[in-house]
């Protein structure tokens, strides 16, 4: 998602201010705490007269009536483009992590350890790894062939060359020119795509092409590797402490999500494995349990062949410059380091 620009200068400089005030100190933002915080230069009316202009134009809102003003998530995304998404960790704190990574053993889940909870202090909020997944399985194409005019056999073939037979039971009988014409369809929809990228591609099927759909998506996750991929998190209590997990109901959904892999099945959906680092900001998320809050990941490994994902899960107050920074300088390191482990 990206906000088109249509905001004046000065409406750019006032946004940028209370995203950053209201990120520090987490309450409300008015106009006169930003001319006695800030050196703008102009009348308490005019920085009013702004804000309401920003409210207009959905960048932010009024949580009370007489209260100051909050960013909402197309203020936080555009603030994200606009000042946070080019941010780095500053070099002194590069090199702090790198010796860190040093210090350990050259063993994949110490790595995975260290990241989480560096993360999780760099960004003060709960920091997400994944272990990392081999031989993620890509269709490269199915055949069907009809044994009778209620069955047929489904023949799969991985881009790793794997080959998977199933048989499918049909509900009404089926011709071999029928299955063939549904197998050249679906394989246009679904190749070269992974289990996760190609169970979104059935919304919307019917009838035999939503049958043969699912039986080919779940051939490909039945050829994954059998590794299962762990979730390693840190930073629980940096969240606990933020207001807006105050609310038992809030806390308990975060402990939900991160109980049990439900975080991942709500979060890799949305996730591009070839757009590198990615933001999603409360309603942007495609989960509704993810909507509270926001998230910062990015994809490391090496090329298509090992790959993990790691981030920030947080509040959609939060410092998005050193959550984004952290999360690209680790994903980095991450990267060299598989490189180095897979190619010795």
Same mark, same amino acid.
Do not use: W
């Given at each position: 998602?990206?906000?088109?620009?249509?905001?004046?200068? =000065?409406?750019? /400089?006032? $946004?940028?201010?209370?995203?950053?005030?209201?990120?520090q100190a987490g309450r409300a933002v008015g106009s006169q705490s930003l001319i006695e915080r800030h050196p703008l230069n102009v009348s308490s009316a005019t920085v009013r007269n702004e804000l309401a202009a920003l409210e207009r134009k959905g960048f932010v809102q009024h949580l009370h009536t007489s209260a100051?003003?909050?960013?909402?998530?197309?203020?936080?995304?555009?603030?994200?483009?606009?000042?946070a998404v080019g941010s780095s960790l500053p070099p002194q704190e590069q090199i702090m992590i790198s010796h860190q990574f040093r210090q350990v053993e050259t063993q994949l889940e110490s790595w995975l350890e260290l990241a989480a909870s560096v993360l999780?202090?760099?960004?003060?909020?709960?920091?997400?790894?994944?272990?990392?997944?081999?031989?993620?399985?890509?269709? =490269?194409?199915? /055949?069907? $062939?009809s044994l009778n005019d209620r069955t047929a056999l489904?023949?799969?073939?991985?881009?790793?060359s794997t080959v998977r037979q199933a048989m499918l039971h049909l509900m009404d009988e089926v011709t071999q020119v029928e299955l063939s014409a549904c197998a050249d369809r679906l394989n246009d929809r679904l190749g070269n795509l992974n289990p996760d990228e190609a169970r979104p591609k059935l919304n919307g099927l019917e009838g035999l092409d939503r049958l043969v759909g699912e039986q080919v998506v779940q051939g490909l996750e039945a050829t994954q590797?059998?590794?299962?991929?762990?979730?390693?998190?840190?930073?629980?209590?940096?969240?606990?402490q933020q207001p807006e997990f105050a609310a038992s109901e809030t806390a308990q959904q975060l402990f939900d999500l991160l109980r049990g892999g439900a975080l991942l099945s709500e979060l890799l959906p949305q996730i591009s494995e070839r757009d590198g680092l990615q933001i999603f900001i409360g309603e942007e998320n495609l989960s509704e349990d993810l909507r509270p809050f926001g998230v910062v990941v990015a994809t490391y490994?090496?090329?298509?062949?090992?790959?993990?994902?790691?981030?920030?899960?947080g509040p959609r107050r939060m410092p998005y410059e050193r959550s984004i920074s952290s999360v690209r300088?680790?994903?980095?390191?991450?990267?060299?380091?598989?490189?180095?482990?897979?190619?010795?």
């Open positions: 998602m990206s906000v088109e620009d249509d905001l004046t200068t =000065r409406q750019r /400089e006032i $946004l940028r201010l209370v995203v950053k005030d209201y990120v100051g003003r909050v960013p909402t998530d197309r203020g936080y995304r555009y603030y994200v483009e606009q000042f999780a202090g760099f960004a003060r909020n709960v920091s997400l790894v994944t272990s990392p997944r081999t031989a993620i399985s890509r269709l =490269r194409h199915f /055949e069907l $062939l489904l023949i799969l073939v991985t881009q790793e590797s059998s590794e299962r991929t762990e979730l390693h998190y840190h930073g629980l209590e940096h969240a606990l490994g090496v090329d298509d062949e090992v790959t993990g994902l790691l981030g920030i899960l300088y680790m994903a980095r390191l991450m990267s060299d380091l598989m490189r180095d482990l897979y190619s010795a």
